[in-house]
């Protein structure tokens, strides 16, 4: 008897796990994903944390190209009225599974917030979460565009008659959160925009993508799955994805270089031939590990150069390098304006940004150094780590696609 329990048993399990792989598929389903198709695609793992018990939470995703995949974050605020989201995410059924357990204990969800005109990654999920939360009023920054047609807001799945625009509409919460635009920037196509918000109550300063903090060590999210960081640890594309602490610690710190600067100055990209002759080894003809094509190859000093976006190995509250040589070369004393009205604000103690670390210890008084350190330096650098960035923004001037001359 034991015998013939034993084989049926163990189908029973192996199709309870199988269940259970399906249903996290189902769950974290994200169909969307062709219109702006980044890494994981069509599957959204969340991963939701306490940033301020009973007051601020993060739902974070990935998201990324070629494995050059960073956390991207919604930020969820208690007031008085219910919640708050700030930067919408893909709204996976996993994650409104978990913003549904919040609504049960903090009330409902009342209000959605766009803060930027020009992050297609923070625009595309609103209207589907929009529409999940019906109640919920929805506000813009200023200044939504779209590329290649310029389409009315409803035609875009935002929802008429509850999508209001901030500072032209009003301000929402105005007892509660502290409001500051940085910008418009004029990008040619459209503009650049954000919106910060100070929750007063736990002391946390919202942004979007123009400040950010990274650490050395990579995010939680990872943990479901760190291919990512296996697939960028490597030094040729035939060495198998290996996972060890110091794998990902190096494949997190190679990734950050991507995402910062395109092509870091350490980073020489292969001929055709020599990657042609690494790929389809034995045990990386898969997609998993891209069939080993990778066309990369990391020189000396790329370590020094991941040191310098950090403060002595800790991390630091800085200007993202994309859009200090991207989208403000041509605009420091916009920026500086903003930061120093920033270190104004009275009761800041965390940044929250949609990207990398969250939270950020910080002050007023770090955001007024910020401002002084970047009047100091040399702006907007085109050599070295920044020369592929530069190199971005001399062919967009040249073909006439952002107004402006080259910085000095």
């Known amino acids: 008897m034991a ?6 048993l163990g189908r029973r399990i192996r199709l309870r796990g199988w269940g259970a792989c399906v249903s996290a598929l189902v769950d974290q389903h994200w169909p969307w994903w062709p219109l702006l198709p980044l890494y994981p695609y069509g599957r959204r793992p969340t991963l939701m944390r306490d940033l301020v018990p009973g007051q601020v ?28 989201l700030y930067g919408p995410v893909a709204p996976t059924q996993e994650l409104l599974a978990q913003l549904h357990q919040l ?13 930027t005109s020009s992050g297609l990654e923070h625009k595309l999920p609103l209207p589907a979460l929009a529409r999940a939360f019906p109640r919920a009023q ?26 209001h625009t901030l500072i032209e509409d009003g301000l929402p919460h105005g007892d509660q959160l502290e409001w500051d635009s940085l910008g418009p920037v004029d990008l040619g196509l459209g503009r650049f925009q954000e919106v910060s918000c100070l929750h007063k109550a736990s002391g946390s300063l919202l942004v ?19 291919t990512p960081l296996l697939f960028h640890a490597r030094e040729r594309g035939d060495e198998p994805l290996t996972d060890s602490a110091e794998q990902r610690r190096k494949g997190w710190q190679r990734l950050v270089l991507f995402a910062s600067y395109f092509q870091p100055a350490p980073l020489e990209v292969l001929p055709l031939a020599q990657v042609w002759s690494q790929a389809f080894r034995p045990g990386l003809r898969n997609p998993r590990s891209y069939f080993g094509l ?7 000093g790329w370590q020094e150069a991941f040191g310098a976006l950090l403060s002595d190995g800790q991390p630091r509250l800085q200007l993202a390098p994309v859009l200090e040589r991207l989208v403000f070369p041509r605009h420091r004393g916009l920026l500086l304006a903003w930061l120093r009205r920033l270190s104004r604000l009275q009761g800041i103690s965390q940044m929250v940004g949609a990207h990398y670390l ?32 530069a190199a971005i923004d001399d062919r967009l001037l040249a073909w006439g696609l952002v107004p402006g001359t080259r910085p000095k």
């Open 138 to 163: 929805v506000w813009v920054s200023p200044g939504q565009w779209s590329f290649p047609l310029r389409l009315p807001l409803s035609w875009l799945g935002f929802p008429s008659g509850r999508t």
């Open 208 to 226: 979007t993508d123009a400040l950010v903090a990274i650490g050395a060590e990579p995010p939680e999210l990872f943990e479901a799955d760190p």
């Open 3 to 8: 015998d013939g329990l034993g084989p049926a």
């Open 358 to 389: 969250a939270p950020m210890p910080c002050t007023g008084e770090d955001f007024a150094r910020l401002a002084a350190e970047l009047e100091a330096r040399p702006w907007a650098p085109s050599g070295g780590d920044w020369a592929t960035l």
């Open 57 to 84: 939470w993060s739902f974070e995703q990935l998201q990324g190209i070629f494995y050059v995949a960073v956390p991207i974050r919604m930020t969820v605020l208690r007031l008085r009225e219910g919640l708050l």
């Open 294 to 300: 990778y066309p990369f190859r990391w020189q000396a």
């Open 103 to 115: 609504e049960a204990s903090y009330g409902p969800v009342t209000t959605i917030v766009l803060a």
